[in-house]
């Protein structure tokens, strides 16, 4: 299987974004436009981008489907996320037009509604594990933290296809992503995409000799220098 690089558009009011404590701040990149950021990465040669709904996210409900949509319509595939958190929610975003939803971290305190999503979706879903000091830590929550490895065991047991792991303390940071986490969930023996911290090819290169499938790419593809077209034909350099 080959490594997968997937740009992270984050949205907020239907313009580009990045996720704070605080609440979503926008981005001047691409002056903005997530569409302008979406044509970028598919001339770089991208095939999937990584669309965040910050609105759902911090809000509780969908602003930024029309989003998905118009990404989709230039010809890049769409991972939707942003704390999606039922099945209805994960099924409006593949109506707009992802063709991959993550379940976010929040949802994985309902095994009920992770099972009906998982048993509907089957591998057009994948789990966000969010992960912060050795637990499953859903952000903006300071509640209903999970032990790691326990979690990837049921989740695993319930037919789950994928994970997307994300090492919160390292988003937006640049400054490497957690292999040990990475190789750990690796271990549940289901395809694992990486986010947070990932600033080069170096760190992408890190990644998949680790196991991982695939690497969200964050601010270092839109303000942080990292060139997807070299990433893209230099990963095996």
Request: proline share 4%; hydrophobic share 50%.
């Amino acid at each position: 299987m080959a490594f997968e690089i997937i740009p992270a558009i984050d949205v907020a009011g239907g313009r580009l974004a990045i996720h704070t404590p605080g609440g979503p701040r926008p981005l001047e990149a691409f002056g903005g436009d997530p569409l302008a950021a979406a044509r970028a990465y598919a001339e770089a040669g991208v095939r999937r981008a990584h669309v965040v709904d910050l609105d759902l996210a911090f809000g509780g409900s969908f602003a930024n489907l029309a989003v998905v949509d118009a990404v989709a319509a230039i010809g890049l595939r769409v991972q939707a996320s942003g704390g999606i958190a039922t099945l209805r929610e994960a099924e409006q975003a593949l109506a707009a037009g992802a063709d991959r939803v993550v379940l976010g971290s929040g949802a994985l305190l309902d095994l009920a509604v992770v099972r009906e999503a998982i048993g509907a979706l089957g591998s057009r879903l994948i789990l966000g594990i969010e992960v912060d000091e050795g637990r499953i830590r859903p952000r903006g929550r300071r509640e209903g933290d999970l032990p790691l490895v326990e979690t990837l065991e049921w989740l695993v047991g319930s037919g789950a296809s994928g994970f997307l792991v994300t090492a919160v303390g390292r988003v937006g940071g640049m400054r490497g992503p957690d292999l040990a986490v990475v190789k750990r969930v690796v271990r549940a023996g289901r395809p694992v995409i990486a986010a947070g911290g990932v600033g080069s090819v170096d760190d992408l290169r890190a990644l998949r000799r680790g196991g991982a499938s695939g690497a969200v790419v964050g601010r270092a593809a839109l303000e942080g220098g990292l060139d997807l077209a070299v990433a893209l034909t230099g990963l095996d350099a």
